[in-house]
């Protein structure tokens, strides 16, 4: 992975002022890092494609993940492992587009990158350390990447940000899922500062996860639901905001993560939730193949 990418700091826009609050909103153009493994993707799967590069010789070793038929990491994890030169595994959390594939974009890329895909039951994906342990009795020589790319290595990433002038906002805020990229961005903050992570999600143990991710920062952290319907579900509000922002911005959305996060943090701030005079930071995590 070229590096130079990292040292490219993302662009930062005005976006929309509410006079009667004033209330700045901006935005972290992070969906613009890269052309395929695009937004926080790139930054989680930073730190696991340099382990890989280490341990590469004439046998590189296969690349295997978990993920959703719509999982915009499942997409990134076949397009870094293209460019790494290493085969791939995606583990697809359902069996119902096991022999459609077609229907889903994020597969049709990931397979078009040379990802191959196990499907299994919404029951055994969630011991996924027994799936780990059957595949990895057939498939011995494999790098393991977890859902989303959380886990330690997730952090290596961020840290390339941490020289950014961040002091003037008030709060950054990110769509969170797993709650690696929440625990990489929210380094970022200084002590004044606020990290609302808008979960698109339903997941028990976010909270867990970003206090052993990022301990330093975590009660500077602040988890709120922006699920509109469940993860990957159709909603009119949600198809609103990206219109929108395609007609006043030309700025794309997409409606799994970023959409959901823009819609859940324009009706807090309509409903006061954010104090008077707040400027805030919210940060585009890319994943656009999710158009």
Known sequence: MDQDIFYQFPKIQFLTHFPDLNIELWIMREDQNHPEISGNKLRKLYGHLEKIKRLSTSNKPRLITFGGAYSNHIAAGAAAAEILGCASLGIIRGEELANNTAQSKTLRLAQNKGMDFLFVSREAYRNKDELQRRVSSFIPDAYWIPEGGTSLECLEGFNFLKALDLTNFTHLCSASATGGSLAGYSQLLNKNQKYIGYQVVTN??????????????????????????????????????????????????????????????????????????????AIHTGGLQGR
């Open 204 to 281: 028990n143990l976010i909270l867990s996860t970003i206090k052993e991710l990022n301990p330093v920062n975590f009660d500077q952290i602040e988890v709120r639901d922006a699920r509109w319907g469940g993860y990957a579900k159709k909603h009119m509000a949600i198809e609103k905001i990206i219109n929108i922002f395609d007609k006043d911005y030309s700025i794309p959305l997409e409606p799994v993560y970023t959409a959901k996060m823009f819609a859940s943090l324009l009706q807090d701030i309509e409903e006061g939730r954010y104090k008077n005079g707040s400027k805030i930071l």
